[in-house]
């Protein structure tokens, strides 16, 4: 099998492993469909808010095992920084964008962390330290989420070595976690969004 070739099979496995609709199918264990429930987000926050904890810290550590297992094996494999990234990337636009739901999912803030912390342990642990003191101080979980998509490319660049596609990927996944979360940030700036513990609005949809 060419390079190419190879590359593009682990992208679309990648793809597909993100797909796994995590948030949506424990909420169906316990007779509810996410999707119409509260955010109408299928990822742990809104898990956490409308079916309950154990359900939502299932999603969280799944959704980060995806994009930590899809990352890593190309690495294993051998294939080459480019192919890492592109298929750690295809992993969050799989969870992102569910080719089964429509091309709705999650946001991707968990398995952005798993693809990140198989390129870089200490970067990616480094970063979701500063997102949680975030959520833990202002009870913002996307503010926190969007500090931690920031801080990862920040921390690589003060690092002394890394392959450029790594940086290429931390931006890139930066960059998808501020536009998932576009009605998060309107929402912050006119004090509408809910913090952790606080019920979802019923008339708003979509924001975790």
Same mark, same amino acid.
């Given at each position: 099998?060419?390079?190419l070739? &190879?590359?593009?099979?682990?992208?679309? $496995?990648?793809? %597909?492993?993100? $797909?796994? *609709?995590?948030?949506y199918?424990?909420?169906?264990?316990?007779?509810?469909?996410?999707?119409?429930v @509260?955010?109408?987000?299928?990822?742990a926050?809104?898990? %956490?808010?409308?079916?309950?904890?154990?359900?939502?810290?299932?999603?969280?550590?799944?959704?980060? %095992?995806?994009? &930590?297992?899809?990352?890593?094996?190309?690495?294993?494999?051998?294939?080459?920084?480019l @192919?890492?990234?592109? $298929?750690?990337?295809?992993? #969050?636009?799989?969870?992102? +964008?569910?080719? +089964?739901?429509? /091309?709705?999912?999650?946001?991707?803030i968990?398995?952005?962390?798993g693809?990140?912390?198989?390129?870089?342990?200490?970067v990616?642990?480094?970063?979701?330290?500063?997102?949680i003191i975030?959520?833990?101080?202002?009870? &913002?979980?996307s503010?926190?989420?969007?500090?931690?998509? #920031?801080s990862?490319?920040?921390? /690589?660049?003060?690092?002394?070595? +890394? *392959?450029?596609?790594?940086?290429? /990927? +931390?931006?890139?996944? $930066?960059?998808?976690? &501020?536009i998932?979360?576009?009605?998060?940030?309107?929402? /912050?700036?006119?004090?509408?969004? *809910?913090?952790l513990?606080?019920?979802?609005? *019923?008339?708003?949809?979509?924001q975790?």
């Open positions: 099998m060419s390079d070739a &190879f590359t593009a099979t682990l992208m679309v $496995t990648g793809y %597909l492993l993100g $797909t796994i *609709p995590t948030g199918l424990a909420a169906k264990v316990r007779g509810v469909d996410i999707q119409r @509260g955010s109408g987000n299928i990822g926050t809104n898990v %956490l808010r409308s079916v309950g904890i154990l359900p939502a810290a299932v999603v969280a550590v799944v959704d980060l %095992l995806k994009g &930590f297992v899809a990352t890593l094996l190309p690495q294993i494999l051998g294939l080459n920084p @192919g890492t990234a592109l $298929t750690g990337l295809t992993t #969050v636009l799989g969870n992102n +964008f569910n080719l +089964f739901l429509k /091309l709705q999912g999650g946001k991707g968990a398995t952005s962390f693809v990140l912390l198989a390129i870089n342990p200490l990616a642990g480094l970063a979701g330290l500063l997102g975030t959520i833990a101080t202002g009870r &913002f979980v503010l926190g989420s969007l500090v931690g998509a #920031v990862a490319p920040t921390l /690589l660049i003060a690092t002394t070595s +890394f *392959p450029t596609p790594h940086l290429y /990927l +931390f931006l890139a996944l $930066t960059l998808l976690a &501020f998932q979360h576009q009605g998060n940030l309107a929402r /912050l700036a006119t004090g509408k969004e *809910p913090r513990g606080e019920a979802t609005p *019923p008339t708003s949809r979509r975790e």
